[in-house]
């Protein structure tokens, strides 16, 4: 009778194991079937937005002394498109991802200029400053996140008429 | 990481919108590959004794053997005297931005909707 239990021990542990594996293989494929989902469905209104952003930006860092304020607002709407954006990105398409994200996550912390920043975030080096290096960086990272995206695009469409 | 592709595209859309570069409108004959089709007006710059061009084509993107899409892209070449492509530069997005600024500084649409809605 012990022996029985100690086998159908056995048995009831090997199926917890082989159940756990199953669900979790499952949730893998939900969550790629999600990510697809989002990059079918919000990628084209964020790729527009990205777009706007971009085109905007390029009209204004042409006269960046002058348009400082829209330079920043622009900068600053490229934070929640990137926050939707993410969810339809695999974690190696997010390299131009990350580095645009950095970028635009400085515009809490921007200044206009030196003298605007407090003794303590200059000390402790807390600051950014809206310069021409700052928003050039940040255009080229986003036109080449756009240029990747595009190119993701059509590689997505290819699979989907297989 | 740094892409001097990308620092020059970007140094044409500031030159241009502060027409610090002059871009005129040219008739060149260029023998496309693959049925690709040029789709605007072509554009020409000279910066350093260099000569650039920028054009709108579209070409077709194959996703199966026998099915494919339309798209569009925008190109920009370095050419010689005879308006022969020496170079063509790699394609990010931000050319679109350039043809944007070209296309309105060419087209003079900035001045004229500045004159008519004064």
Redesign the interface.
């Known amino acids: 009778m012990s022996e029985l239990a100690d086998w159908l021990t056995i048995i009831g542990f090997i199926i917890t194991i082989l159940t756990y594996l199953v669900v979790r293989s499952n949730k893998k494929e939900i969550n790629e079937l999600n990510r697809k989902n989002f990059f079918v469905n919000r990628t084209p209104e964020n790729l527009k937005e990205l ?1 706007n952003s ?2 905007a930006l ?2 204004l ?3 960046l002394e002058e348009n400082k304020r829209e330079v920043l607002l622009e900068i600053s709407k490229i934070a929640p498109i990137l926050k939707s954006l993410k969810k339809s990105l695999r974690e190696h398409d997010l390299e131009y991802f990350n ?1 645009l994200k950095v970028e635009v996550d400085k515009h809490r912390n921007i200044f206009y200029k030196i003298e605007d920043v407090s003794w303590l975030k200059r000390k402790l080096k807390l600051y950014v400053i809206l310069d021409e290096k700052y928003v ?1 960086k940040t ?2 990272f986003l ?2 996140l ?2 990747d995206i ?1 190119s993701l695009d ?1 590689d997505f ?2 699979d989907l ?2 | ?1 740094r ?1 001097k592709n ?2 020059f595209i ?1 140094a044409l ?2 030159q241009t ?2 027409d610090d570069i002059n871009w005129i409108i040219v008739d060149h004959k260029i023998d496309l590959p693959h049925e690709e089709k040029i789709t605007s007006k072509i554009y020409k710059t000279t910066i350093l004794e260099k000569s650039f061009r920028l054009y709108e084509f579209q070409y077709k ?1 194959y ?2 053997e026998d ?1 494919w ?1 339309w ?1 569009q892209r925008k190109r920009l070449e370095l050419i010689d005297e005879s308006n022969d492509r020496l170079y063509e530069f790699d ?4 050319l ?3 043809f ?2 070209v296309s309105r500084k060419t087209s003079g649409v900035d001045d004229f909707l500045d004159d008519f809605l004064n």
């Open positions: 777009k971009s085109l390029s009209r860092i042409s006269n580095l050039d255009f080229i036109t080449t756009i240029t595009e059509k469409k290819k008429l297989k | 990481m892409n990308n620092e970007l859309i500031k919108n502060n993107h996703v199966d099915e899409l798209n394609y990010n997005y931000s679109n931005d350039l944007d600024a």
